[in-house]
């Protein structure tokens, strides 16, 4: 159960990422997979209690938000997305004042051209870096969590956000091991 509520959180802020950039289709995205997660987990759960009629069952909720936020990595992260995008911007800067002194049309479009091409490398490559290193921080995030409900014998653990009612908040419990 904690690999498929790692699934779906990994799935979540994949979208999340897709929507920073999409918009909209985001949120159909996150709302279509928290009514399965939800539809699922109550089946899994009423069948589980149908068949072994077990009453331990303990329910976890994280608020990954503000484990995210709070994250050392993440503010780390975040600062060099900043540092990266001033040197973009110093770059975007050098061609429009290359360009700018330039008269000859072909020689214009020559470095449009190229100066083009080097912005898009540059946040492609800013891209890609940031992606594999917020995996990575998401990944320690999850491992930190499952770690936590399992030492605490917990059978589920659910984002906070999509919890109306129950479950004890083990948040201030897993956010001393995320770094």
Do not use: W
Not at 105 to 114: D, Q
């Amino acid at each position: 159960m904690a690999e498929l509520y790692c699934q779906v959180i990994s799935k979540l802020k994949f979208y999340a990422k897709l929507g920073y950039q999409k918009g909209v289709k985001m949120k159909k995205h996150i709302i279509t997979m928290l009514v399965a997660v939800l539809a699922f987990t109550g089946g899994y759960s009423l069948n589980n209690k149908a068949i072994s009629g077990d009453t331990d069952y303990k329910i976890a909720v994280v608020d990954v938000q503000q484990l995210v936020a709070n994250s050392n990595e993440v503010k780390k992260l975040k600062a060099e997305q900043e540092k990266k995008m001033q040197t973009m911007q110093s770059t975007l800067e050098k061609a429009r004042t290359d360009i700018a002194k330039e008269t000859d049309p072909e020689k214009i479009k020559t470095l449009e051209e190229k100066y083009r091409n080097d912005i898009n490398k540059q946040k492609q490559a800013m891209e890609q870096e940031y992606n594999a290193k917020f995996d990575a921080i998401d990944k320690n995030i999850r491992n930190a969590v499952v770690e936590k409900a399992r030492s605490m014998n917990y059978n589920l653990v659910l984002p906070k956000n999509i919890v109306l009612l129950g479950g004890d908040d083990i948040t201030n419990q897993v956010a001393p091991a995320i770094k």
